[in-house]
């Protein structure tokens, strides 16, 4: 051993006992947050953590974006120009709506499948939420092709290609990150040590669900 090295563990020298405080949360709130008050050892407590700071910046980006939504609606008596219904809640969209939502419950089983140890489920229904996702972003193509507005029909067209669009990015890049962790999942050493990457994308993708839920509610049903 040299002088550098020490077998002492890592104390938490913070005046607060956060890990007092994290066993006051629910279990399943527990997982984003480090434990033993953040000791070196914890890289799958501290990483989630880290994920969770990310995510709830993202969400400042996206809120922002909906209250200006809400603003310009509120403050522009003819949203819709002349000949111009605007984005509307028809059987197709509801469809790829229900495909999206219904991809967090298949996303989740499969992250429950991994944590079982059952890597041939987990591969099955991981690639399901990739199809998914691919399916919802193939039909929101779709329905830009035969809206009768665009970027530039007023503010209608504006926001709802911004908004839209800029949640279809993070769409794509949910789908790019189930596909690297489908790819990691036939190394077989790869979750020796957890299996943080997935469950990253596994919140990632809870995370682009419920702001699509709230898009919805503002673009199609208000």
Known sequence: MTRFQSTS???DESPIDLERIRQKFPNWFQRFLPS??????DHHGKGMFGFTVFLLSESIVFFSFFLTYAALRLNTPDWLPPGISGPEPTTFVMINTVILLSSSVVIQLAERALSRHHHSRFRGLWLLTSLMGTYFLIGQGIEWSNLNFGLRTGLVG?????LTGFHGLHVVAGVILQVIMLLRSFDRNNYNHGHFGVSATTLFWHFVDIIWVILFSLLYLW
């Open 9 to 11: 563990p890592h104390r």
């Open 36 to 41: 033993g008050g953040g000791s070196h050892e």
């Open 158 to 162: 504006a926001t709802f290609y911004i």
